[in-house]
T-cell receptor, first 112, second 115 residues
């Protein structure tokens, strides 16, 4: 069965450092992968989408990589700030029908 | 742009009653709307997909007679939890998709507590 795994439930880092989150998937070859941010008690907010033919994508202090051979995406938050503290979710359209399946998320806490 | 609202943001009801949650796309027409459920410390689980004017498609294990979805227009979808029980207490989130775009735009969620 398809599985989407995010490497750790929680990540605590010092302000200014880079946070690196991992999303691994099995038994599927997605055309694209997405990353969302979710704050407590709120709905997810779209951050980045990376397609299978793209190795890397950036948006401000965010960087996403996509390795279809390893079946893995890395999500980096550079120069992290306390305001970056949130849960980050990766999502895949595993059935190629525009319906998203989400990983469990990694909760990032940035200490000032 | 691409703002989705949900109403109410939270609701408390007694066991056995029905609760309706509205999802609206405020500044765009949504060809498809999705309903998710999220339990504490867990990820979002897709419950159903609805297209305007047609019947919703439910994911495996989701009771369609319990979770009624109506997609009356391109900007409004409603989810009715019928005969709610405490185990239905959860965070319900809708999202809207636009034809030709791969991203979904999520609402702020509705916290349902069934006593």
């Amino acid at each position: 069965s398809q599985k989407i795994e995010q490497n750790s439930e929680a990540l605590n880092i010092q302000e200014g450092k880079t946070a690196t989150l991992t999303c691994n998937y099995t038994n599927y070859s997605p055309a694209y992968l997405q990353w969302y941010r979710q704050d407590p008690g709120r709905g997810p907010v779209f951050l980045l989408l990376i397609r299978e033919n793209e190795k890397e994508k950036r948006k401000e202090r965010l960087k996403v990589t996509f390795d279809t051979t390893l079946k893995q995406s890395l999500f980096h938050i550079t120069a992290s700030q306390p305001a970056d503290s949130a849960t980050y979710l990766c999502a895949l359209d595993i059935r190629n029908d525009y319906k998203l399946s989400f990983g469990a998320g990694t909760t990032v806490t940035v200490r000032a | 742009g691409a703002v989705v609202s949900q109403h109410p943001s939270w609701v408390i009801c007694k066991s056995g009653t029905s609760v309706k949650i509205e999802c609206r796309s405020l500044d765009f027409q949504a060809t498809t709307m999705f309903w998710y459920r999220q339990f504490p410390k867990q990820s979002l689980m897709l419950m159903a997909t609805s297209n305007e004017g047609s019947k919703a498609t439910y994911e495996q294990g989701v009771e369609k007679d319990k979770f009624l979805i109506n997609h009356a227009s391109l900007t409004l979808s409603t989810l009715t939890v019928t005969s709610a029980h405490p185990e239905d207490s959860s965070f319900y989130i809708c999202s809207a998709g636009i034809a030709g775009r791969d991203t979904q735009y999520f609402g702020p969620g509705t916290r349902l507590t069934v006593l």
